[in-house]
């Protein structure tokens, strides 16, 4: 598909100069806050890199058919955060680095609801009501290089399917420095996979066969998700290469840096997961997450067990009891409904009751089917969920001994 503007002006770049910067802006203090607020998201609270407590601004006047803007962008060095306001008037075009909390303190103590930003050579002149602060600038090298994703290859897809994929597989990615490669999720072929060793989501977003074959790493996939929560367009542009990628959803953009570790092949542990499966069992999704949040009170803060136990009784048939041990002997217990194929015998397991409710988490008000091997001694089976094509978790079942 041909290539949309991607760039951020980069053609205004060159003039920032401490004794060429200028440019005059005024609006609404929100509509300031907004996009200074969003670019500000990336950058760090202390300054590592050189540059990055800096914000970019750049003021575009109308012209012809376009409207005038105001982009704002911020980064840490990995990932670049850029945001447009439109209903901001441009005076005077041109750009300038600004120190960025230094300005979102000014914006959220303007006196009125409205403001103007005069940028001329080194300084810049805030103004709101009787009120005004002068504010030195860096000089315009000062903010490390963005790449240029106008290179990059794009693929356009519907915002909302991808934004629920991404929110449901990422729930299942590391926090773990040490697991480095599982610190991000894997887009392919119309799906999006996550793992932290101990469970696995994949969440698909297109039954067609996309182009997208990429990395996303855990910090950037959060920023993803609020820029696409923010936006009420249909679709979103993905760019990517080996090293680099962008979203895209109408004039607000992220870029970012892929990891230097692959993501781990993980096609084995689902198929050797769906072969070892002999006994399924069904619940209601909702009905089986609320007695998880009843009885995770009493789970032992140390492990965040609880126990599943599949269960028979002439009374009662066929049911499922969720109940929770701590070390000092507090628990809890809770019976809901099941129905499952192993007939009058009991099975317990043994699961993460975070691992389980964020599972559940990426299903509605419908019945989920759990599928399970038999446990050894050394092995516990992982239990395995499918769910009409559009979504796989598997959790692996903890140690049932933690007590002893």
Known sequence: MPARLLTTDSELIPEILPTDSR?????????FLDII??????????????????????????????HSHLRATGTD????????????????????????????????????????????????????????????????????????????DQVEIQRLPFL???????????????????????????????????RLHRAHFSTSDDALNMSIPLSTCLEVIKLLESSSEEHV????????????????YIVSSALVTDF?????????????????????????????????????????????????????????SVRSLDQQGNSAYEQIDVTWDGGQDTRELCVNHRNLTDLLDCFGDEPVSFKVGEDFQSVKSPLLVESDSRFTGLLQQMRSDYLT
């Open 23 to 31: 440019l005059f802006v005024s609006g609404e203090v929100a509509d």
């Open 37 to 66: 607020s969003r670019a500000l998201r990336v950058v760090p609270a202390k300054e590592s890199i050189p540059g990055t407590a800096h914000v970019l601004l750049e003021a575009k006047p109308r012209k012809g058919g376009t």
């Open 77 to 152: 060095g990995s990932i670049t955060v850029s945001s447009v306001g439109q209903d901001i008037e441009v005076t005077r075009e041109g750009a300038a680095l600004i120190p960025g909390q230094k300005f979102l303190t000014i914006l959220k103590m303007a006196p009125k609801d409205t403001i103007s930003i005069n940028v001329v050579g080194n300084q810049a002149l805030l103004r709101s009501g009787k009120a005004q602060w002068r504010v030195q600038l860096a000089p315009g090298d000062s903010l490390p290089s963005i790449p240029d994703i106008s290179v990059l």
């Open 164 to 198: 629920r994929a991404l929110k449901s597989a990422v729930l299942a990615a590391s926090h773990l420095p040490a697991r480095a490669s599982l610190m991000q999720v894997h887009v392919f072929k119309g799906a999006i996979t996550a793992m932290d060793g101990n």
């Open 237 to 252: 542009l993905i760019g990517s290469s080996r090293k680099t990628m962008a979203f895209l959803v109408d004039t607000d």
């Open 264 to 320: 781990p092949e993980v096609e084995p542990i689902l198929v050797r997961a769906g072969m070892q499966a002999r006994y399924e069992f069904t619940v209601d999704a909702q009905e089986l997450k609320s007695a998880v949040q009843h009885v995770r009170v009493n789970a032992d803060p140390d492990y965040s067990a609880i126990f599943l136990t599949l269960e028979h009784s002439t009374r009662d048939g066929q049911f499922l």
